[in-house]
T-cell receptor, first 114, second 113 residues
Framework: AQSVTQLDSQVPVFEEAPVELRCNYSSSVSVYLFWYVQYPNQGLQLLLKYLSGSTLVKGINGFEAEFNKSQTSFHLRKPSVHISDTAEYFCAVTLYSSASKIIFGSGTRLSIRP | EAGVVQSPRYKIIEKKQPVAFWCNPISGHNTLYWYLQNLGQGPELLIRYENEEAVDDSQLPKDRFSAERLKGVDSTLKIQPAELGDSAVYLC???????????FGEGSRLTVL
């Protein structure tokens, strides 16, 4: 069965600094990978997804993620964060063969300091 | 276009009482999901519908939880009786079909006293 590990429960950074949120997955077969963002008191919103093709995926709000098959990672990055990026970020995985069974990580809370 | 609508946003009840949550998915979305989100954790799937058929309910605690999706549109999730450990956020999501992007509602936060 597939699983997702988000290594950091909280990441504090200063405004305009770069950030990386780490995500590792476990699966013996090919997967699709996602990053979702949850702003305070709101539902989850898709940031970006990797289905196939280029391993560098660009999403909304200046975020990008790189799929690394050998390291089974899908880390999320942004070169310069803004106060409005304060939110909870969830990495998720699903199998090619069962695309509806999406497994979420435990989340990383990104807090931006002015 | 309206997003996924859930109600109520907040519910406080005493243990052993029943509670129900309602979800209206995006128009035309055939797949509907109910997720449970505990504090500090990611969403966990409770049940998935394809139209009106529950195709994955393996994680739904069937002794106290039930769900329905009549006519393949709106859905309700019921807990009877509620327990202290049921305090959580209940998220509804919908997608065009299996494998498509999920769109989430704002969630229903349940507090059981």
């Amino acid at each position: 069965a597939q699983s997702v590990t988000q290594l950091d429960s909280q990441v504090p950074v200063f405004e305009e600094a770069p950030v990386e949120l780490r995500c590792n997955y476990s699966s013996s077969v090919s997967v699709y990978l996602f990053w979702y963002v949850q702003y305070p008191n709101q539902g989850l919103q898709l940031l970006l997804k990797y289905l196939s093709g280029s391993t560098l995926v660009k999403g909304i709000n200046g975020f990008e993620a790189e799929f690394n098959k050998s390291q089974t990672s899908f880390h999320l990055r942004k070169p310069s964060v803004h106060i409005s990026d304060t939110a909870e970020y969830f990495c998720a995985v699903t199998l090619y063969s069962s695309a509806s069974k999406i497994i979420f990580g435990s989340g990383t809370r990104l807090s931006i300091r002015p | 276009e309206a997003g996924v609508v859930q109600s109520p946003r907040y519910k406080i009840i005493e243990k052993k009482q029943p509670v129900a949550f309602w979800c209206n998915p995006i128009s035309g979305h055939n797949t509907l999901y109910w997720y449970l989100q505990n504090l500090g954790q990611g969403p966990e799937l409770l049940i998935r519908y394809e139209n009106e058929e529950a195709v994955d309910d393996s994680q739904l605690p069937k002794d106290r939880f039930s769900a329905e999706r009549l006519k393949g549109v709106d859905s309700t999730l019921k807990i009877q009786p509620a327990e202290l450990g049921d305090s959580a956020v209940y998220l509804c999501a919908s997608s065009l079909d299996t494998g498509s992007e999920l769109f989430f509602g704002e969630g229903s936060r349940l507090t059981v006293l």
